[in-house]
């Protein structure tokens, strides 16, 4: 048999592996970096969290779009996971008030669709990536009821701020009663077993009132502008 009719031999399955794994590390960079240049001029922003199952007729869905159109009548650009649920209200909401929707879509098996609420819409396949975004280009958090990605998106940010690993902000949890369960084990527990300090509940806020919220974020920010520092920004390269 002549060189030129020799079969292609086949790479092994480990190194298959390994050459998909090499290209997909483009594909991660190529996440942050298109999703860097489409948000870079959207601040300030609001990034509002909840569960992707929420109905339309739920009370948790008309107050988060209440929550999202003041927040965007009075110049906040709103972030949601562009998905149904609480994050249609967020982004439907932010739609029809006078700042930017915002909608960081993942690819998922189920449940994700993409809500028609968007001014802005980005797509990602990796959670780590979209979860970059919501952190970086947010000046506050508001957490609407909702399961375990809430959850995480909570926990990281609370992670975050704790550590120093990005700037402080405000962190707003509404729906009390929904929280009180969580916020209680925390104090009784996290606390008590000293896994947490006492002074990390001042992380926290509980707030209900949509405009309640609004205000808790411009006090926050009264005496130092939406802007992050130079130091801040330093910061946020180690996220």
Same mark, same amino acid.
């Given at each position: 048999?002549?060189?030129?009719?020799?079969?292609?031999?086949?790479?092994?399955?480990?190194?298959?592996?390994?050459?998909?794994?090499?290209?997909?590390?483009?594909?991660?960079?190529?996440? #942050?970096?298109?999703?860097?240049?489409?948000?870079?001029?959207?601040?300030?922003?609001?990034?509002?969290?909840?569960?992707?199952?929420?109905?339309?007729?739920?009370?948790? +869905?008309?107050?988060?779009?209440?929550?999202?159109?003041?927040?965007?009548?009075?110049? #906040?650009?709103?972030?949601?996971?562009?998905?149904?649920?609480?994050?249609?209200?967020?982004?439907?909401?932010? +739609?029809?008030?006078?700042?930017?929707?915002?909608?960081?879509?993942?690819?998922?098996?189920?449940?994700?669709?993409?809500?028609?609420?968007?001014?802005?819409? %980005?797509?990602?396949?990796?959670?780590?990536?979209?979860?970059?975004?919501?952190?970086?280009?947010?000046?506050? +958090?508001?957490?609407?009821?909702?399961?375990?990605?809430?959850?995480?998106?909570?926990?990281?940010?609370?992670?975050?701020?704790?550590?120093?690993?990005?700037?402080?902000?405000?962190?707003?949890?509404?729906?009390?009663?929904?929280?009180?369960?969580?916020?209680?084990?925390?104090?009784?527990?996290?606390?008590?077993?000293?896994?947490?300090?006492?002074?990390?509940?001042?992380?926290?806020?509980?707030?209900?009132?949509?405009?309640?919220?609004?205000?808790?974020?411009?006090?926050? +920010?009264?005496?130092?502008?939406? %802007?992050?520092?130079?130091?801040?920004?330093?910061? %946020?390269?180690?996220?």
């Amino acid at each position: 048999m002549s060189l030129q009719n020799k079969p292609a031999t086949a790479l092994p399955l480990e190194k298959q592996w390994s050459a998909k794994e090499s290209w997909r590390l483009f594909g991660i960079m190529a996440e #942050f970096v298109e999703g860097t240049e489409r948000l870079d001029s959207i601040q300030p922003a609001v990034s509002i969290f909840g569960s992707a199952r929420t109905d339309a007729n739920h009370p948790h +869905y008309k107050l988060t779009e209440q929550i999202a159109r003041q927040l965007s009548d009075a110049g #906040f650009s709103v972030i949601s996971g562009g998905g149904p649920g609480v994050m249609e209200a967020a982004n439907k909401g932010a +739609y029809y008030g006078s700042s930017p929707s915002i909608g960081l879509n993942i690819q998922l098996p189920h449940e994700q669709r993409r809500n028609p609420y968007q001014d802005i819409s %980005q797509s990602f396949r990796h959670f780590f990536a979209r979860k970059y975004m919501f952190v970086k280009f947010a000046t506050a +958090y508001v957490v609407m009821p909702g399961g375990f990605g809430t959850l995480d998106e909570l926990m990281e940010a609370l992670t975050l701020v704790q550590t120093g690993k990005t700037r402080k902000m405000p962190i707003i949890l509404v729906c009390s009663d929904f929280w009180r369960g969580l916020i209680d084990w925390f104090r009784n527990v996290l606390i008590a077993e000293n896994c947490i300090s006492p002074e990390d509940m001042d992380l926290i806020q509980i707030i209900d009132e949509p405009q309640e919220v609004v205000s808790a974020i411009f006090k926050h +920010y009264e005496t130092r502008g939406f %802007q992050p520092s130079s130091e801040e920004r330093e910061i %946020q390269l180690n996220l």
